[in-house]
C-alpha cells in the first residue's frame, strides 16, 4: 500500500502547496551527511530531491527521457556573484512536461491537479486537446487551460470569474523566466529550458545547488 504523498512522518516535499505538505517543507531538516558514505549521500540527496521533482515519473522513465549529463548553462561573466552549480539543471527536461508547466503557471494547486486537468481535456497545447500529462513540450508551445477548470477562478460561465487565491499559496504565486504567462486568457508559452545563472537557477526547488550535484552524480553514474 502506498504511503500518504503528503506524510508527516517521511516529510518529502511535493510541488503542491497543499497545507501540510507545505508545513513539511517549512519544518524541513536537510539530511545529516557527514557521517554518511559518499554514495549514501548521493542517495539520499536523490531521494529527497526526486519526491519533490517528478515524484510520479518511475526512475526507468526519468534516466531514459529525462535526464542528460550534459546540462545546459549561460556564461555571464560576474566578478560579485558566484555561479550557481550547473547541476542545479538535473531536473530541467522535466520542467518540459505538460503538468508541470500547467502548474509552474499557477493555474493548478499541486502537480497532481494539473496532471487531472490534462486526463480530462481542459488543457489544449498550440489549440488541440491533449490528454498526456507527460507531453513533452517544444520551445514555442502555446498552453491554454479552460478558465473553468482553474480552482482558483470562481463565479458562472457567461459572467467574469474572480480570482480567488488559495490559503497558503501567495508565496508560490510567481511564474518562472522559462515561461510566458497570460491570465487574461488563461494561456502559457513554453520559451525554452530552464538554463543556470550567477548566483540563481531559474527552476524552483526547496533544496540547495548541494543537494542537487549530489542527485545529478548519483545518476551520472548510473546512466
Known amino acids: 500500500m502506498r504511503k500518504p504523498i503528503y506524510s508527516l512522518s517521511r516529510k518529502l516535499g511535493r510541488m503542491s502547496w497543499n497545507k501540510y505538505n507545505l508545513f513539511n517543507i517549512a519544518q524541513k531538516e536537510l539530511p545529516y551527511l557527514t557521517t554518511k558514505t559518499l554514495f549514501q549521500q548521493k542517495w539520499l540527496a536523490k531521494r529527497e530531491t526526486r519526491a519533490y521533482h517528478g ?11 529525462f535526464f542528460d549529463a550534459k546540462l545546459p548553462t549561460i556564461n555571464v561573466a560576474s566578478q560579485t556573484v558566484p555561479h550557481a552549480p ?25 502537480v497532481y491537479a494539473a496532471r487531472q486537468l490534462c486526463v480530462h481535456g481542459k488543457v489544449k497545447v498550440n489549440g488541440k486537446k491533449l ?16 478558465p473553468h477548470a482553474i480552482q482558483m477562478l470562481k463565479g458562472e460561465k457567461g459572467t467574469e470569474l474572480n480570482f480567488e487565491p488559495k490559503p497558503f499559496s501567495q508565496p508560490f504565486l510567481f511564474v518562472p523566466e522559462y515561461l510566458e504567462v497570460n491570465y487574461n486568457t488563461c494561456q502559457t508559452v513554453f520559451l525554452r529550458s530552464p538554463i543556470s545563472r550567477p ?16 542527485a545529478y552524480e548519483y545518476y551520472a553514474r548510473n546512466k
Request: aromatic residues 10%; glycine residues 2%; hydrophobic residues 35%.
Open 131 to 146: 490528454a498526456f500529462p507527460s507531453h513533452k513540450l517544444k520551445d514555442g508551445d502555446v498552453i491554454t487551460v479552460d
Open 55 to 65: 515524484d510520479e515519473v518511475t526512475e526507468r522513465q526519468f534516466k531514459s527521457k
Open 199 to 214: 548566483g540563481r537557477s531559474e527552476i524552483p526547488s526547496p533544496f540547495p545547488p548541494e543537494m542537487h550535484s549530489l
Open 86 to 110: 550547473v547541476a542545479v539543471l538535473t531536473f530541467a527536461e522535466l520542467e518540459r512536461r505538460l503538468d508541470f508547466v500547467v502548474f509552474r503557471s499557477n493555474f493548478c494547486p499541486s
